[in-house]
């Protein structure tokens, strides 16, 4: 918090050490009412002289969100309040108030409403391959095997062998469909997860993933515990299966590793490659909704998410989730 005073009568204006700080002015520097005007975004100049005279020539409490352009070129968010005093013929003589940066809160809301239009296009675009998948693959294969049951049927009376053979072979056929259709499933929603439990439901992801993909997956529990409340399950759950499609997608690695861990009232999970890595730094400016998504959903239970790569040298993915201690644990 920054303290600052405006003098109506002799034009001064006061800003203490955290407020000069905030505007980006050193502490031996001078500073009038043009300093306020150009440490002010050009965007927000406007607007925040005119509330700022219109409350203090009207007796109102001046409040005013803006940014601050700084003399170094970077952009701070500031929150100010004031409130002004009066002779008895209520003319302004001064306002003194309050300014906090809230450059923070400011990226957090920004970071907010990106990932919440992101994740409407993903649905959307979740949607639309669903649409795609039963229309162009399943509603077609569909009709392929009710065409077949026909044939079949008109060659049972002609060649009852021939009509076996074709029914082995349109029994295999929706066979495959079944098992496209639960991998499809799958995707959407971890039944597994819910039925099982989360130790079996993350074990059989892992394994369903390393047949469908031909990599060795190194998979270790240690003192995890037997029963996991459901929203921490499934939000490690999706954590687990978006790093390992990422690792599949980016890091080229052959081998990954999945560990589950409960630690200090913390159930941790560690996805691993020793793959191509990539700069940790640099994909901050391009973070994928992926990476998104799985930081939001450990945030979203108090938790916490963080990723290390470096390049040649693998990536680590890794979040922690607030966890009671448990009643029993398994260890693999």
């Not at 050193?26 to 975004?41: I, K, N, Q």
């Not at 005013?64 to 302004?92: L, Q, V």
Request: glycine letters at 8%; charged letters at 30%; hydrophobic letters at 35%.
């Amino acid at each position: 918090m920054g303290l600052w005073y405006w003098n109506e009568v002799t034009n001064e204006l006061f800003w203490d050490a955290k407020t000069r700080e905030m505007f980006g002015v050193p502490v031996d520097g001078e500073v009038t009412l043009e300093s306020f005007y150009r440490a002010l975004h050009p965007d927000d100049a406007e607007r925040v002289t005119k509330t700022w005279r219109n409350t203090f020539e009207h007796g109102l409490p001046y409040e005013a969100e803006y940014r601050s352009h700084r003399p170094d070129g970077t952009t701070r968010w500031i929150y100010a309040r004031g409130d002004g005093y009066y002779d008895d013929a209520a003319k302004p003589i001064c306002m003194v108030g309050v300014v906090f940066d809230v450059t923070e809160r400011k990226e957090i809301e920004q970071e907010r409403l990106e990932l919440s239009g992101r994740l409407i296009k993903a649905q959307e675009d979740e949607r639309s391959y669903l649409a795609r998948e039963l229309h162009d693959d399943f509603s077609q294969r569909l009709a392929l095997l009710a065409l077949g049951l026909e044939n079949a049927a008109e060659s049972i009376s002609e060649s009852p062998e021939r009509a076996n053979q074709q029914l082995y072979a349109l029994l295999n056929s929706a066979g495959e469909i079944g098992a496209d259709l639960h991998t499809l499933s799958h995707r959407l929603h971890s039944s597994t997860l819910q039925s099982l439990g989360f130790v079996p439901g993350i074990s059989a992801l892992c394994k369903e993933f390393a047949t469908q993909q031909d990599l060795e997956l190194d998979y270790s529990l240690k003192n995890v515990p037997t029963s996991v409340p459901p929203d921490a399950a499934l939000c490690l759950f999706r954590i687990v299966q978006e790093g390992l499609r990422n690792m599949k997608r980016h890091s080229g690695a052959s081998k990954a590793f999945v560990i589950l861990e409960w630690d200090d009232d913390k159930l941790n999970v560690c996805v691993r490659d020793e793959g191509k890595g990539f700069d940790v730094k640099e994909s901050k400016k391009t973070e994928g909704l992926g990476i998104r998504s799985m930081r939001e959903r450990a945030r979203l239970l108090g938790g916490r998410f963080e990723i290390h790569s470096e390049l040649g040298k693998g990536t680590k993915i890794e979040a922690w989730v607030p966890l009671r201690p448990p009643s029993g644990v398994v260890n693999d």
